[in-house]
């Protein structure tokens, strides 16, 4: 086979960016957005309020843009039609950018994910929509969304060879010539190969010609072999532990685990996708085996389905409702209803798995219908239960709950303590502050801190407010511990007096280029000690009036690592302790003298380069 040439690669690439320009409008924003956001340091990102919006909203936009290219494509749709479906997409993208906290929550967090989950799903749908009301499939949609599905394998196979490729090239060139690239290259590298390449790659092969997906076309054998010989074995062994844990709770007569509920959808998941793969060939005269395995696979479901609905129905009863079980409740009615809806139709209609699936994470992403907010009315009707079972809360108040309920049992308080947790993680104290005289609401200088850190105060605050301990979710035996700690930000030097400075941070470091460059404004004038020539001297510079530096004295640290090398060796694994003395420099000049403490020093050679990293402090003096 020939190998392509490098006009049809560009050719390629520019049909693409006709096909697709807002989908890799979007890859590229994600491309560069996540570079910048790798080189920012934790203090910077606190302050960019727009990175995640931006991100999240080109993530999101990858499928948006790409489900409306494809069915204008598929549809015909005028240009007008076309540029006004894009359009809309991108309002739709404003409208999550302006909605979006700089930092997201628990509930932000599930809903961009329902929400990528439907819109990936749309994409294996938005072609072949007219298919749900048909009687029979087609077989465009199957090979359509096998193309897409092995075009997903091999564009992240060629993404993750390049990388390897390429970080392995940048490693030999750092380390054959000596070349220092940048601390952020390998991410940078990911993230391009990730974004932008990655997309590309995909998009190229996206069908185009949707009558050539409807004719007849060989069976991967490759995907015969994968599905009959592994994922239909696993789907069978699945089956087999929970039926024999069925059987063994209904003779013990006793509730299921609430951890069985992730077995049941795992199996259910694996099957319907085992049958998806298999799809095209079931009707062929040797594989009857197929449509009866299909029969059987969702019949032998709604027993599960049941042990599914009690496990989580006693935590629902138990604990109420959270977003969790909401989907776990949700994806087990979805199930009963593709398992009724396939037995009726013979295994005819595939088409409503990912468009049904899609509507599901649609309706659970907002919406008084949504998990989020269903699973709030939830949790507060538990607290009102709770509150009920003691005449002196039934005031509808929970200020200084444990001191007015002394005899509150420790399970109650558990149980309170966890639904304050629960609103503190999706920071909705507002929803808690009926239940309260005092203010919930947070005070202006905690919109600075860390989103973690206004859960702590908002915990911290129920917690104060009400008297009921902070229990340790994972071990309900003991409360949290309660610790606070103080402390001031380290000085880079202090002033003793007499034209005395003590310098607290000596350090330097030759790995990641931190070198030493310490100012000090002093009465006697601005200096500054910083290191040099790879860390083997440190100088200490006083400012001319004309703003240019002028040496006042040099400290040798290079020539004492040396010597302590060829004393105990150039390569050794462990730490040397070496007498205190050893390790004090000093030097002097008729107007300055400056002392050196070091804890250590590290000599690194690379062929004929040495270079030094300190740590310590050190003592300035001046004189006029």
Not at 221 to 232: A, D, E
Not at 498 to 524: K, P, V
Not at 536 to 549: F, I, K, P, S, V
Request: proline letters at 5%.
């Amino acid at each position: 086979m020939a190998l392509p040439s490098l006009q049809r690669v560009v050719a390629e690439a520019a049909r693409v960016v006709r096909r697709f320009p807002l989908t890799l409008l979007s890859s590229l924003v994600l491309c560069v957005v996540g570079i910048y956001w790798q080189r920012l340091s934790s203090e910077e990102e606190k302050e960019l309020a727009w990175l995640f919006p931006v991100v999240s909203a080109a993530g999101l936009g990858l499928a948006l843009t790409l489900c409306v290219a494809l069915a204008a494509e598929r549809y015909r749709w005028p240009r007008w039609a076309a540029l006004a479906g894009q359009a809309a997409a991108l309002a739709l993208l404003a409208l999550w950018y302006a909605v979006c906290p700089a930092e997201p929550d628990t509930v932000w967090s599930l809903r961009l994910l329902l929400l990528l989950l439907a819109l990936h799903l749309l994409v294996a749908a938005v072609p072949y929509l007219p298919e749900l009301r048909r009687q029979a499939d087609t077989p465009g949609f199957w090979r359509y969304n096998e193309t897409l599905f092995l075009r997903i394998l091999t564009a992240g196979l060629y993404s993750g060879v390049l990388y390897a490729g390429c970080a392995l090239a940048m490693l030999a060139v750092e380390n054959l010539f000596d070349i220092k690239l940048g601390e952020h290259s390998y991410e940078h590298l990911f993230t391009v190969l990730g974004t932008v390449f990655n997309t590309w790659f995909f998009l190229a092969g996206v069908p185009a010609d949707f009558a050539a997906l409807e004719q007849e076309a060989p069976y991967p054998k490759g995907l015969k072999m994968f599905t009959q010989f592994v994922l239909l074995p696993l789907v069978v062994l699945y089956l087999g532990i929970l039926y024999a844990y069925l059987g063994r709770i209904l003779g013990q007569w006793q509730l299921p685990k609430g951890w069985v509920s992730l077995l049941v959808l795992a199996f259910s998941v694996a099957g319907i996708f085992a049958l998806l793969l298999i799809h095209p060939i079931r009707h062929a005269a040797e594989n009857t085996w197929i449509r009866t395995f299909a029969r059987w696979f969702y019949r032998a479901l709604f027993p599960l389905l049941g042990l599914l609905a009690v496990a989580i129905g006693t935590r629902v009863r138990q604990y109420g409702l959270t977003e969790e079980r909401y989907f776990v409740l949700i994806l087990a009615g979805w199930l009963a209803l593709v398992a009724i809806y396939f037995l009726m139709r013979r295994g005819q209609g595939i088409i409503w798995i990912p468009a049904s699936l899609a509507l599901v994470a649609l309706v659970a992403a907002g919406g008084p219908w949504g998990a989020f907010a269903i699973s709030e009315r939830s949790q507060l009707g538990q607290l009102r239960e709770l509150m009920a079972q003691y005449p002196r809360l039934r005031n509808g108040k929970l200020d200084s709950a444990a001191q007015r309920v002394p005899n509150m049992s420790r399970p109650t308080k558990q149980r309170i303590s966890s639904i304050f947790e629960y609103f503190s993680k999706r920071n909705a104290l507002e929803r808690l502050q009926p239940y309260f005289t005092a203010s919930l609401a947070p005070p202006d200088s905690l919109q600075q801190l860390r989103s973690w850190q206004q859960r702590d105060w908002a915990t911290d605050r129920l917690a104060g407010l009400s008297g009921i301990p902070i229990y340790n979710p994972y071990n309900l035996n003991e409360s949290k511990e309660l610790s606070v700690r103080f402390h001031t930000g380290r000085p880079e030097f202090q002033k003793l007096g007499g034209g005395r400075y003590w310098l607290s941070s000596i350090s330097s470091y030759s790995y990641n280029e931190h070198d030493l460059n310490l100012e000090i404004t002093a009465q006697e004038g601005i200096f500054r000690v910083r290191t040099e020539n790879q860390g083997h001297d440190l100088w200490l510079e006083q400012q001319r009036a004309d703003g240019t530096w002028q040496r006042q004295l040099s400290v040798d640290l290079g020539t004492v690592a040396d010597s302590l090398a060829r004393v105990h060796g150039r390569n050794r694994q462990q730490w040397v302790e070496v007498p205190n003395p050893t390790l004090t420099l000093r030097a002097t000049t008729p107007r300055a003298s400056l002392t050196v403490f070091l804890q250590e020093i590290m000599r690194r050679q690379r062929q004929d380069t040495a270079s030094y990293d300190i740590e310590g402090q050190a003592l300035l003096e001046l004189r006029p």
